[in-house]
């Protein structure tokens, strides 16, 4: 499996963006996605998580309200809308899957994206 991230750039504070995952090889329909980000110096950070058939989604608590992770298993796609951006959202963001799990704990997934640079301007 192939995850593909895009859509991040540069934005100013108060700003949106949407960023995608696109999965290739294989469907991903049995794993549930979680979108990371991991800024210079930092440890990678749980951004959201949806579970498999997309009925559930997690939020970090600095995220929630603002952002919103959605799927569309037709299309192999996950999505990240981003509002209200911030500078401390300032990261390489990443999405990742794991079978049946879209919470938290890092090691659980088995495939990752390559990243998509999101920079927030204040």
């Known amino acids: 499996v192939q995850l593909q991230a895009s859509g991040g750039g540069l934005v100013q504070a108060g700003g949106s963006l949407r960023l995608s995952c696109a999965a290739s090889g294989r469907a991903l329909r049995s794993h549930g996605m979680g979108w990371f980000r991991q800024a210079p110096g930092e440890e990678r950070e749980y951004v959201a998580g949806i579970n498999w058939s997309g009925t559930i989604t997690y939020y970090a608590d600095s995220v929630k309200g603002r952002f919103t992770m959605s799927r569309d298993n037709a299309k192999n796609m996950v999505y990240l809308q981003m509002n209200s951006l911030k500078p401390e959202d300032t990261a390489l963001y990443y999405c990742?899957?794991?079978?049946?799990?879209?919470?938290?704990?890092?090691?659980?997934?088995?495939?990752w994206g390559q990243g998509t640079q999101v920079t927030v301007s204040s």
């Open positions: 990742a899957a794991a079978p049946y799990y879209s919470g938290v704990d890092v090691r659980k997934y088995e495939y």
